[in-house]
């Protein structure tokens, strides 16, 4: 175990907080902001000391709203500061593999947001650098971290449905449908790799292989119906080269059978529906949005002679971050408890939170490799 492993692992298992920094802390309603800000305070354990942006002018002002002393305008300052243990790189896609690798560079850990590259080559790129540092790593893949999915996959473990027959989810993407938003521009450009294919379908593609186990035999098929978006501001079409429909098909370890379909927009039905089916009985998860990752997901369930599903609530023990609301803080509330399974990661030596070699695997799957 080398001198950066051995520091923040230590530091958790003494029950001492993990300094952490944020790589695209922003002050105007960032992912970050949005996500990792109030996850990182709600979980024991860790303390956000630092940020970074594109210019040290924006980070001042990024900092003077979040109470962080240390404001950089670059992440090579952010990685050689002290302070910080575990680096969060929170931008996007295309500049991921950049800033993992200055702070990897350091022999800090790192913490870096799904899709881990853009792209195959680089998200394998970053897991050997990671695997050759030896240092923790965690991917944003943070959906199997949510309290609603734990519970369910327990629930398949432990019989409640009986054999798995098949698993059916049907999901809403948001972005990629007829409109798009004037910061939003970016993800319609494939070339960026932050698609349907890439955010929303393998994000729920992860959580429901954490319940049901990994599919086999993964059929993708991406499709193009939508070549442009409007712009919700100027009126003006907006090329679309990403696909806005996926289809996917595949079978479960056993046997069973598993579909999916991402369309792009949203539907006035539901955005968010997955059927899991079995001998003995039926999960249903829903959602309000296609992203179970940053949604409250309802959870309900029928067995035995019950001829419908009803709701099942979540036991507490499965809550672990009671400061969030899963309604109100739904973008941070999978964050945080990714955050705090990271933490039992690192005193027990466990690997509940995905992380770099597990993201370049996930890029194999939905690139059919």
């Not at 001042?60 to 990685?79: D, I, N, T, Y």
């Not at 790192?110 to 590259?117: A, D, K, M, T």
């Not at 965690?138 to 734990?150: C, E, F, T």
């Not at 955005?271 to 309000?288: K, S």
Request: proline share 6%; with cysteine; net charge negative.
């Amino acid at each position: 175990m080398n001198t950066a492993e051995s520091r923040i692992v230590e530091l958790a298992r003494s029950g001492k907080r993990i300094g952490v920094g944020v790589i695209g802390l922003g002050a105007h309603g960032s992912w970050a902001e949005r996500s990792h800000l109030p996850a990182l305070r709600a979980v024991p354990g860790f303390e956000l000391r630092a940020l970074s942006t594109s210019s040290k002018q924006s980070a001042e002002r990024s900092g003077q709203k979040h109470g962080v002393s240390r404001a950089f305008g670059s992440a090579a300052e952010l990685v050689a500061c002290d302070e910080v243990d575990l680096v969060v790189v929170a931008v996007k896609v295309p500049y991921h593999r950049e800033l993992v690798e200055v702070a990897l560079s350091a022999g800090k850990s790192v913490l870096c947001e799904w899709p881990l590259g853009n792209g195959l080559a680089e998200a394998e790129d970053m897991a050997r650098r990671a695997n050759d540092r030896a240092v923790p790593t965690a991917v944003g893949l943070q959906a199997r971290s949510h309290p609603a999915l734990a519970y369910a996959r327990d629930l398949v473990a432990d019989g409640y449905v009986g054999e798995v027959l098949s698993t059916t989810v049907v999901g809403s993407g948001g972005a990629w449908g007829g409109t798009v938003g004037p910061g939003d521009h970016y993800v319609l450009d494939a070339a960026n790799g932050a698609t349907l294919l890439t955010i929303p379908f393998s994000h729920t593609l992860d959580g429901l292989a954490s319940v049901l186990g990994e599919p086999e035999e993964l059929r993708i098929e991406p499709a193009s119906r939508r070549t442009s978006a409007v712009d919700t501001e100027s009126g003006q079409p907006v090329p679309m080269t990403a696909a806005d429909q996926v289809v996917a098909s595949g079978r479960l370890p056993g046997g069973a059978v598993a579909t999916f379909h991402y369309r792009g927009g949203t539907t006035r039905g539901t955005n968010f529906r997955w059927e899991i089916n079995g001998t003995e009985g039926d999960l249903v998860l829903t959602a309000p949005v296609g992203h179970p990752q940053l949604s409250p997901v309802t959870l309900e369930g029928g067995r035995a002679t019950s001829t419908e599903v009803a709701p099942l609530t979540v036991p507490d023990a499965y809550v672990r971050v009671p400061r969030l609301d899963p309604r109100a803080d739904a973008p941070a509330y999978a964050v945080a408890h990714a955050y705090r399974q990271f933490l039992d990661d690192l005193r027990e030596g466990t690997s509940g939170v995905p992380d770099f070699a597990h993201g370049a695997a996930r890029h194999r799957s939905i690139e059919g490799r």
